[in-house]
């Protein structure tokens, strides 16, 4: 007896007793018909698809983890065609899978012909109204594998929620997410002033480590910061340090790519929540002038950030007059931190991070190093380093180190090796604070502001009435 001639179905009673069970009344014939329609439905083909939430690359590794598991061999299908085109070979895809691993799994169509010669599996995508791009899959068949057609959507499904490649992970855009390299982040190296330090731990870096906590006495876990500063204040360190603390927390943490589209960053940071998503330079995003697409990123924006949203949002600039003003409305940021200069216990704490301590004198005196690196500007106000500037003068106090000892290297950087090669970064400093870094872009307030002004009002025979002009905000 052929397996695949066994009579399968909900809509027939089966038992173990060998006695065959008819209706009272039934002839052979009637018999034997309705025994060949069962098996011509049997060998009917069906078509069962299954949209998964999840990001098309990440179900099409999971769809081959299981092919393989379930069924061993499968055979790339070729797909498309037609009278005037001949049809495509089966394809593939490379998919990252972590930071230094790849895996190469079926795309489009495949054969399991451990079940049959016909079952046919398609792996894609399909657009979802409101979480874009998922993964799409469908299995053609016999409808006498129905159940295990059943039974493998379901395994790709447990796969999915238990084995994706992407949730809980750190990540670099969405189109074709690479994944961050953890590894070569040194926390101890990245450090901010107390005021700002305190802030990221108690507004974003405490919710992510005890979520399960502030859910339990009623804390929402939304969060949207915004970072803003000059450039090397080490606002990217910050994205850096939460992204280490997403992942050790079971959280995904996305960073949006230069030219990303942020709706499809927000909006994979919801499929994986608890998220973490890092806007850099997030004024390139709601400066334009273009109404619609303002309107449409922060609709985008309030839905992700909505009650009951497990996402977090922190946001870079380093202009932020050109944040539009809808982005800072209250509901939508959280806190605004000015990430600067570091102040004296931050001085201290990242040069003993950087500098080896055998390349360190004992008797540093911190309290002198601190005032060399800070500098007054034409107008008075006093500015200290920003981490970039701290770092170049532990670099430039080598120099001044090996001098001292007239090109001896067994040095250790003293007092006046630390003061010296900070004076010497006084005037690139100054500059930076001086020079002009370009015109800001015209928010959409500025663009009405410039088409409403002296906007002349007259009645339907064409006489003046009046000027309409809008208060400058």
Known sequence: MNDTDIITGDEVTFHKNPQIVLPEGITYGRAKEILERMQDEAESVQQTSRTYQFRPFDGAVATSRVMKRMFGITIGAPSGGGFFS?????????????????????????YLPSVDNRTLVNVGGKRDRDNGIVTHVTVITAKKNAKIAREFLDAIGEELKTNSIYRGKAIVGTEEPEFLNLTTI???????????????EGTLWSVIRHRKALKGEGVRIKRALLLEGPYGTGKTSAGQLTALEAVQNGWTFIAARPGDDINDVLRTAKLYQPAVVFIEDVDNQTSTSDVDQVSKLLETFDGVTSKGSEVALLMTTNHFERIHKGMLRPGRIDAVVEVAALDRNGVERLIKAVVASERLAEDVDYDKVYEAMTIQLGDGVVVGFYPAFVREALERAKTFAIGRLNGGTNYKLDTTDLVGAAVSLHNQLKAQFEAEEGIAKPTIDDQIQGLMSDFEIRDYDNDYVGTLKLKKS
């Open 86 to 110: 001949p049809p495509e070979p089966p394809e593939t895809r490379t998919v990252q899978i972590s930071a230094t691993e790849t895996l190469e799994v079926p795309w489009g169509n495949v």
């Open 186 to 200: 040194v926390p101890s190296e990245i450090v901010f002033s107390d005021e700002v330090m305190s802030t990221l």
